[in-house]
């Protein structure tokens, strides 16, 4: 046995990783689920300057709690976690919630005239992904014990990934088939990417609970 072996056994692992990836995990949520309700509006319009700003401040957060999982990273001796799983973990939920955020400020800049169903499919199915992506954070500090529940969280995760191609896929061919004018067309297209971006992120966030959950569980 080896001397970080032998250290790895009789030190104690700092375990305040779980409350800031937790943390990261709810602002994820917090912001999909501000996205939803911009989507969601009945008149878009009347809410998207505060729902984008709502949205911005959660992201400004995030970047503060990603700074402190880097800080307690530099700080830590032993970690629960191999280090490049946990700023892997929170690199990018803090990348989906960007591009979450990406897709906010793009409503607000391009300002359509109205908003097609794909993105309203879109943003529910980000929110549904967060939701999982939390779920899943929630329980890696008890993976070895919850290992089959986060593991029926990072399959649907993939699954709601898969239903978001689906949907890119019908409205953007969609777009072209519409009377929709050229200029209203290429704001809606360029809203609908950044959505399938977004769903693209969260499902990246579950290919590193994958890697956690097959090196710990």
Do not use: W
Not at 17 to 30: A, G, H, Q, R, W
Not at 93 to 109: F, H, P, T, Y
Not at 170 to 186: A, D, H, I, N, P
């Amino acid at each position: 046995m080896n001397f970080n072996s032998i250290v790895s056994i009789f030190t104690p692992k700092d375990r305040k990783f779980f409350p800031l990836l937790k943390e990261t995990s709810d602002i994820l949520d917090k912001a999909a689920t501000l996205l939803e309700e911009l989507f969601s509006s009945d008149n878009y319009k009347d809410r998207v300057t505060e729902l984008c700003k709502a949205i911005k401040r959660e992201e400004t957060e995030g970047d503060r709690v990603t700074a402190l999982i880097y800080k307690a990273l530099n700080d830590t001796f032993l970690t629960p976690l191999d280090r490049e799983d946990i700023s892997a973990l929170a690199d990018e939920m803090d990348d989906a919630i960007d591009a979450i955020n990406r897709a906010a400020q793009k409503v607000l800049l391009f300002s359509p005239e109205a908003l097609p169903p794909a993105t309203t499919q879109l943003a529910q199915i980000i929110k549904q992904g967060a939701k999982e992506v939390q779920a899943a954070t929630h329980r890696i500090d008890e993976v070895k014990h919850s290992g089959g529940q986060v593991k029926d969280h990072v399959k649907r995760i993939k699954q709601l990934e898969e239903e978001a191609d689906g949907v890119y896929e019908r409205g953007t061919s969609g777009l072209f088939k519409s009377e929709m004018r050229t200029l209203e067309m290429m704001k809606s297209k360029e809203i609908i990417q950044e959505l399938e971006k977004s769903a693209n992120r969260i499902n990246s966030v579950g290919k590193v609970l994958k890697t956690i959950l097959v090196k710990y569980a």
